[in-house]
């Protein structure tokens, strides 16, 4: 008989502090006091998909948005521990939580290790300034590249997001956002 293959989980967290103009995501801007209702709701959704996860489990679990990274971490804790207690994760599995550069500080990206993260996936897109607010995000270089040196400070797994083709962006651009890229240890 063959082994049972392990499983990955997708938790989506719909929150940002704005609409990005090209955002096709489902997202709202109206962040909720507490997360009862919600955490309640994907617990049970959880739960009812006991009956074909079975006893397999899950080697890859990635948070993502929305911007997780906004949402206070006893949503994620709540869930994490739920999953440990009925033995749904993976001894090694891959733990994964977007982030956005605004909030990519030292103080949050502890709160989220030890939690239980293992990953942290930051979503730049950018180091110009042009490009950024031709997209409409809400951090600037600034954050860009004060999350980096935020990243490359943790022991964890780590990736970031570039966009290219972009409104105000050129060919310099984005070779400079590749060349910053290259001299830092982010390798995905
Ligand atoms: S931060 Fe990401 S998920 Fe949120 S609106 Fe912008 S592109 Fe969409």
């Given at each position: ?13 719909p ?65 994490l ?58 951090h ?49």
């Amino acid at each position: 008989m063959r082994a049972a293959f392990p499983l990955s989980l997708y938790v989506h967290l719909p929150w940002c502090e704005q609409k990005c103009p090209y955002c096709d995501f489902n997202v709202s801007t109206d962040l909720p006091s507490n997360f009862t209702e919600f955490q309640s709701a994907l617990l049970a959704d959880i739960e009812s998909s006991r009956g074909w996860i079975k006893d397999r489990k899950f080697s890859s679990i990635y948070f993502g948005g929305g911007t997780p990274s906004l949402v206070n971490p006893n949503l994620p804790e709540k869930i994490l521990d739920f999953l440990r207690a009925h033995q749904l994760i993976d001894g090694d599995a891959e733990i994964t939580i977007e982030f956005n550069p605004k909030e990519t500080k030292a103080e949050n990206l502890h709160r989220f290790l030890n939690i239980g993260f293992t990953r942290f996936s930051v979503g730049i897109q950018s180091f110009d300034d042009d490009v950024l607010q031709g997209l409409g995000r809400n951090h600037t270089s600034h954050h860009s590249l004060r999350a980096i040196e935020e990243l490359e400070k943790i022991k964890s797994k780590k990736s970031i997001d570039l966009m290219y083709g972009c409104p105000n962006q050129s060919e310099d651009s984005a070779l400079q956002d590749i060349r910053i890229i290259a001299c830092s240890t982010i390798n995905h």
